[in-house]
């Protein structure tokens, strides 16, 4: 039996053992898609949408359907600690209700600090409930980073005061699977940028347990998605990078698949922001993108129902899926070359010249686009 084959057979006993749990929602996905205005059409070519999205072979589609479909059987608790909720807002921001965003509204979501009707006490009571019934069996999600300096004392949640540290220890020790979702629970974020009096850390550097970084300033809806499905379809972890992100939502980078890349490579840069170039949508090399350097999907998954991205919008990548970005990136308006680590911008700024010139700026981006890919293992 060949990798996907036993994959597929995997995910059909996951299901199975799914549908033998008790239904969560008192209406099925089928018949919420229906209220919305979602056709059945809609929904599957929706599932092939995801397959591909999780580089999985197209009759994994109908996994995929019905993973979505029993995904209330599967509690989720998410965390909000040391963050500014964008990354639940890039799940739930859309101008009509897709299916993704109604599939996280479908899924048994048992404790989320912006969406939960509860405060207080009770919240406080509906968090120990979930952990201690589901103990063992529920995803949780994180999102922000953990304060860890004054043991901790940054952060104090709820009407018992503890704080992150503490909540994000108990929290993981009942998870089946843990996601960070966004770059402050993965690596920190801007709450870690030198010089971090908080002492604030992505999840992975608090707890002992496999973690699943989805990077990004916010991680687009579908990679959050996608996790969640491929965890509710399998029961396990997707491969992953050395940086413990998918590698189907980063293994690539930005700049691959740009729709700006063919100004790059025939040397055709914006020089300041507004000029002929810019209008022209040419290459933001020049005015900072860190496209070169940063691994993520947003090039083909965008933002807001795939409307857009920030750099077909004009701006350059600020390369916030990638850790330490935040001082390891800056100046977000200049290119990386200004930094000793980096020796690409005097060769960039040749580019167009000759054709050589593109040549070396391609081997240099890829170079230095291998300091943060690294070898990528299979886990």
Partial sequence: MDTHAALYELGKKRLESLRQLPARQSVSLREK????????????????AMTAMLALPLPFSNLVAEA??????????????AECTGCSES????????????????????????????????????????????????????????????????LTIGPHAKTGMQLIKEAA???????????????????????NPTGAKGVQAVIDQPVIN??????????????????????????????????????ARVHDNCERRGH??????????GDQAAKDGYCLYKVGCKGPYTY???PTERFNSHTSWPVLAGHGCIGCSEPDFWDTMADFEKPLGRQLLHGLDATADT?????????????????????????????
């Fill in 33 to 48: 898609l229906e209220q919305s205005g979602i056709t059945r059409r809609d929904f599957m070519k929706w599932s092939a």
């Fill in 68 to 81: 979505a479909e029993l995904a209330d059987r599967v509690p989720l608790i998410w965390l909000n600690l």
């Fill in 91 to 154: 799940l739930l921001r859309a101008t009509t209700p897709d299916v993704s965003t109604l599939i996280f509204d479908y899924v048994s979501l048992e404790y989320q600090e912006v969406l939960m009707a509860a405060a207080g006490m009770q919240a406080e009571q509906n968090l120990e409930h979930a952990m201690k019934q589901y103990h063992g069996r529920y995803l949780l999600a994180v999102e922000g980073a953990v304060p860890t300096a004054n043991n901790g004392s940054f």
């Fill in 173 to 195: 020790a009942g998870a089946a699977a843990i996601i960070s979702v966004g770059t402050c629970s993965s690596f920190g974020g801007v709450q870690a940028a030198a010089p």
């Fill in 214 to 251: 989805l990077g990004g300033c916010p991680p687009s809806e579908t990679n959050i998605t996608g996790t969640l499905m491929y965890y509710i379809m399998f029961g396990k972890l997707p491969a992953l990078d050395m940086f413990n992100r998918p590698k189907w939502a980063y293994g």
């Fill in 264 to 273: 790059f490579d025939a040397g055709e840069f914006v020089e300041v922001f």
């Fill in 296 to 298: 993520n999907n947003c």
């Fill in 351 to 379: 580019v167009g010249a000759v054709i050589l010139g593109v040549t070396a700026v391609g081997i240099g981006a890829h170079a230095i686009g291998s300091i943060f890919a690294g070898t990528y293992e299979e886990k």
